[in-house]
């Protein structure tokens, strides 16, 4: 079965960072494309980071752009999200998913359980 399972969350202060990873099982994982996204507390879904299957091409959501980087290693079947510069705002849980393009969309076929980053002084 497709497995997706988030580590690194924790607690930070403003400026600092973390690395979160994604441990994928299950399937072929160096042929899908994988995502990012949060969800703050009384707050929707938010897209975060997208990168393409081969690793080739990646894209930020406006408010993570040039603090936060993803990159995935094919080998360990890993999704990784650097994050730098943290804010109060960063808050949330973080979870990793499967992704496809369709109709220039992203979609979301398994999610991971995600896991808790909370930026605070």
């Known amino acids: 079965e497709v497995q997706l399972v988030e580590s690194g969350g924790g607690l930070v202060q403003p400026g600092g960072s973390l690395r979160l990873s994604c441990a994928a099982s299950g399937f072929t994982f160096d042929v899908y494309a994988m995502s990012w996204v949060r969800q703050a507390p009384g707050k929707g879904l938010e897209w975060v980071s997208h990168?393409?299957?081969?690793?080739?091409?990646?894209n930020y959501a406006e408010s993570v752009k040039g603090r936060f980087t993803i990159y995935k290693d094919n080998a360990k079947n890993t999704l990784y999200l650097q994050m730098n510069s943290l804010k109060s705002e960063d808050t949330a849980v973080y979870s990793c998913a499967r992704t496809g393009v369709v109709a220039g969309s992203y979609k979301y076929d398994y999610w991971g359980q995600g896991t808790q980053v909370t930026v605070s002084s």
């Open positions: 990168i393409s299957w081969d690793g080739g091409s990646t």
